[in-house]
Structure formats: C-alpha cells, structure tokens
C-alpha cells in the first residue's frame, strides 16, 4: 500500500468527506469564477480517471472553458444551468452531462441551494483555454446563451 | 463525434438515466449475487477509466472476489454493509470506499431499502477471481466477517 492509497471507507458529512481538503476551485487567475470548491475524493495512480466533488453557491458559476479532455458529470445536490457547446440545459440532482472536447462550458446555480456535482476527468489532462473577447461577443449574440451568461435566464 | 459520445445531457428519472440500458449484474454463472442490476453511466473511449451505477435490492449482495484493477465507489442511496479485505463496514448515502488491488470485497443491502453506488473503474481490467472453498471457511473463522456472509450482522 502506497501513501497515495486512501482509507478504504471515508464517511461523508453533508457534501464534505473525512480526510478530503476542500480546495479552491483553481488556481488560474485569468479565470472568471464565483463561489466554487472543489474536493478530489478520487486520484488513484492505478486508474486513468479521477472523480471530483464541485460546490456551486447559489449565484455562484464555474469558469467558462474548453479544452481538450472530456468531463463526465453527475449531479450529486441541488439545480441549476450549464451551457455545452452551444447549448444551455436545466439540470437536477443525478442528471448527467457529457462534455465532449474543445467544447465551451460553463455550470450555474440558478437555485436557492448549491449545486454539487461529480465530475470524472482523466489525470493527464490538457490546460483550459479562455474564450477570447470577441468569442464572448459572438456568444452574447445568441440571447438563450446571453441571459445564460448574464444569469438572467 | 462518434458513435461511441454519449449525449451532452441524459435526464435522470429514480436512479434510471435517459439512455442508459438497465443490466443483469454479471454473466459470470461461477459467481454467487443476488438482486443486483448494472447500469453504464459513462465509458467514455477518451478516458481510462468508466462510471457503473449498482442497484442492489434489499437483502441482495454483490458477488464476493478480487481482481487487480482497484474499485472507487461513492454511495449514492440508501445504506449497507461491505466487506473490504477483513473488514466489515457500515456504509451510507454518499460515502467513499477504495477497494485497492487483489482484495476482497462484497456489498450487501442490508437496510430496508436499495443500496444504489456509483463505481469507477478502469475500462481495461482483469476477471475477478472467487474465493474456493477453503477462502471461504477461512473467512468464515472470523465471527464478524462469518455474521456479514451470512446476512446475520
């Protein structure tokens, strides 16, 4: 057993995990975010993948990104909105969105409560590109994604 | 995109998902389970590793074995007991269990409910080998390890 073996059972108490550090979100400051953590419960070297736990605040928003590795989500508490491509979706507790590479996204809580998620990501992965300014124009162009994006849908 | 790309969003309805085939447990008739269904949340080609929701049944069990590839289980409804190694643990909604390589384990139901838990795992793995008989009284030796077997704790 290595140091990087995890306990075989870890409780959970209320969306947090013993022995689990509730992280910041990122760490990129070119990144546009609100009110997120993040908690890897999941980074075993023998597996490709790793499994993540993300809060939303309500309000609160995930950077908008794209990028070559696919996520895998699982909506594990409360509701909101997320855009895929270009498509905006509600999505409830145990929803599951597929996010396909070089595509843009982007999860909102839209509700009264935060939104967590499972997100499954391979451990070698490539780093987020930011939309440009006049991506974001060309998106505001679009009014289901402008009020997306504007949190006003 | 190819065949393989799920869709971006898969509504789920009661632990069923949009899309997603409700499956026996396992083909394996070598093993013993009982009450389990199988459902393939992801098996994402571009990423090693693939996500499985398990639906066991009150007083249904998984099937008792271990194999090389490791399993990263959350729980995701109700509550159980599993075996992980030689020890026998309470598990509820939303806990984490790392079954690490060539270990035994086994999930039981035990309360009044379904014990539903999500499972990650390489999508490249080894065939889980059974206990033989002698296993078997072994772990029979140990009171506790005896009363999980037999559906007694």
């Not at 546009?32 to 908690?39: C, E, H, N, S």
């Not at 997320?82 to 597929?98: F, N, S, Y």
Request: glycine share 8%; with cysteine.
């Amino acid at each position: 057993m290595t140091s990087t073996q995890p306990p075989v059972h870890r409780k959970a108490k209320g969306y947090r995990w013993e022995g689990v550090v509730v992280q910041p979100y990122k760490e990129d400051a070119r990144a546009l975010f609100k009110a997120v953590t993040r908690q890897v419960l999941f980074a075993d070297p023998q597996q490709g993948s790793e499994l993540r736990y993300f809060e939303i605040a309500p309000g609160g928003f995930s950077s908008l990104e794209r990028h070559a590795h696919t996520h895998n989500v699982l909506i594990l508490r409360g509701h909101g909105h997320c855009l895929v491509g270009r498509e905006v979706r509600e999505i409830v507790t145990h929803d599951l969105i597929a996010v396909p590479p070089i595509t843009w996204h982007q999860f909102r809580a839209t509700g009264k409560e935060p939104l967590g998620f499972l997100c499954m990501v391979n451990a070698a992965r490539d780093k987020p590109q930011l939309p440009t300014p006049e991506e974001l124009a060309e998106f505001e162009q679009d009014p289901r994604i402008a009020d997306f994006l504007n949190g006003t849908r």
